[in-house]
């Protein structure tokens, strides 16, 4: 006998949990499914505790640079890897526990600890329990991707979750794969004290942001010694005592780095191959991501997918915005969408890159008329004043309609500057609105009207 419910919710990750609070709000008998840790990936392996050490990193690099600014340290700059950790762990834990001591105490929701799997399109199993419902929540997330490179069975690797664990400083980290996650690590483990290769097969960094972003970056991270092999056509992976050597055959240097400890990250897969979808009838795409409409339908009435597994964003904000997307069209009859949502996403290196909407390269494509504006950190009042003055801004307006059509801000607190650029996009102003407006003095956010003032066309 299965026991019925208003609305099952598979996973706990970022949209799960949100819904599961207006749903049982709204009076409906809610089951939510949990495998491992209350929160998924951004709170336990992703972006809670790697901003967290993030952090750390930063302190150590600004202790090291202590002097530029008169500040006198006696000693030598050591990183207590146990002391990081700790604190780490401890930023995770207040959010797990947070979370899960919220759902076990909200009126209507039942938890459910253990793998859920589809039994059919309104029935769900889990362990020796059997659940229905009309409508059916999946939010399930996804994993590091272990791509089966040469001789992967032969060392040991770490991923972004066993990376967790880690509480030393590895003598030379070798991270394969130059794109956000694997840049973040690489230059936080530098910071900690590491030596550390970057190992990326196409022939620059973060291919699908702009040349002179990946340029940029590459710059950035070279200056604090990291060693970037590009355009590694042959990755293969071989054990050479206790350490590990990657034959990165790039077309220059030395074919082989030796290293003493590994990370893989090279993608994200979705978590919905156990997940019984045949049984449902759930349709997923050729990369396993479920096939979903502009309002998180999935092919089946009543199923819904929201989060990385439905492979329409990759990011908390865009698993949150599913939640919220979702919760209106069920409880507030207001028809959001997906497509009304703009590209918007940090790089959290240090420092890091905000961006919103089209590239540059994008903006090209689609062929358009438009406007480029760019200003160097370097002339950038509170950058200098910071001593903090690599990266650019660059904005991309539409020259017929003047609204903003994107922008890349690698530079200090541009993850914060990129919001006032974003909310203009949403509000479909025209850069003008920004351009005329008194912005406060000092800040990064005030060069913004300047840069718009010098608008040229994108040749
Ligand atoms: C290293 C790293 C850093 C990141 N940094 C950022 C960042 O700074 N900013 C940002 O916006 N995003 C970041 N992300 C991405 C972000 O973590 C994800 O986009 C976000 O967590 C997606 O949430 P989700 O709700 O889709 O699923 P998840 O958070 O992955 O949660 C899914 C949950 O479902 C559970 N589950 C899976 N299958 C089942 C099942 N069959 N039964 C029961 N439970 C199940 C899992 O255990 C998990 O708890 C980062 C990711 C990584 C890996």
Known sequence: MATKYDAIIIGTGQAGPALAGRLAGAGMKVAVIERKRFGGTCVNNGCIPTKTLIASARAAHVARRAGEYGVMIDGSITVDMKKVKARKDAVVRRSNEGLEQWLRGTENVTIYQGHGRFEDAHQVRVGDELLEADRIFINVGGRAATPALPGHDQVSYFNNSTMMEVDFVPEHLIVIGGSYIGLEFAQMYRRFGSAVTIVEMAPRLIQREDVDVSQAIGAILEAEGINLRLSAQCIALEKRGDKVAVNVDCSAGDKTVVGSHLLLAMGRVPNTGDLGLKNAGVT????????????????????????????????????????EIVAANLLDGDPRRVSDRITAYALYIDPPLGRAGMTEAEVRKTGRKALLGKRPMTRVGRALEKGETQGFMKVLIDAETKEILGASLLGIECDEVIHSILDVMYAKAPYTVIQRAMHIHPTVTELIPTMLGELKPLE
């Open 284 to 323: 997923v795409d050729q990369r396993g991501y479920i096939e979903v409409d502009d309002q998180l339908r999935t092919n089946v009435p009543g199923i819904y997918a929201l989060g990385d597994c439905n492979g329409r964003g990759a990011f908390t904000h865009t698993a949150y915005n599913d939640y």
